[in-house]
Nanobody, 119 residues
Framework: QVQLRESGGGLVQFGGSLRLSCTAS????????MSWHRQAPGEQRELVAA???????TYADSVKGRFTISRDSAKNGVYLQMNSLKPEDTAVYYC?????????????WGQGSQVTVSS
């Protein structure tokens, strides 16, 4: 049974930094892509950043230049360095892993980690 576990969230002041970590346990898969998503109260979940097995990255416009995604394939882990944080970054952050490009390929979500940025 595959489980993704996030850590590193918390409360930070405007302009501060946090580093989120997500690691997989019990995995029999190699993830072709890992990503971070976030969801604020009353809002839909949105993609924040993604990284594929070749190291190609994708970022939401709202976080470009402030957030950096990276991964350690040997650990089946993905990380998100968040700098210059703003109150609008406040949300629950989820990590996600995809095992293939096909719709029927298994994918997995973490349970989420709260990030709160104060004014």
């Amino acid at each position: 049974q595959v489980q993704l576990r996030e850590s590193g969230g918390g409360l930070v002041q405007f302009g501060g930094s946090l580093r989120l970590s997500c690691t997989a346990s019990g995995s029999m898969y190699t993830f072709i892509e890992m990503s971070w998503h976030r969801q604020a109260p009353g809002e839909q979940r949105e993609l924040v950043a993604a990284i594929n097995s070749r190291g190609r990255t994708t970022y939401a416009d709202s976080v470009k230049g402030r957030f950096t995604i990276s991964r350690d394939s040997a650990k089946n882990g993905v990380y998100l360095q968040m700098n210059s944080l703003k109150p609008e970054d406040t949300a629950v952050y989820y990590c996600h892993g995809r095992t293939g490009v096909a719709i029927e390929s298994p994918s997995f979500w973490g349970q989420g980690s709260q990030v709160t940025v104060s004014s």
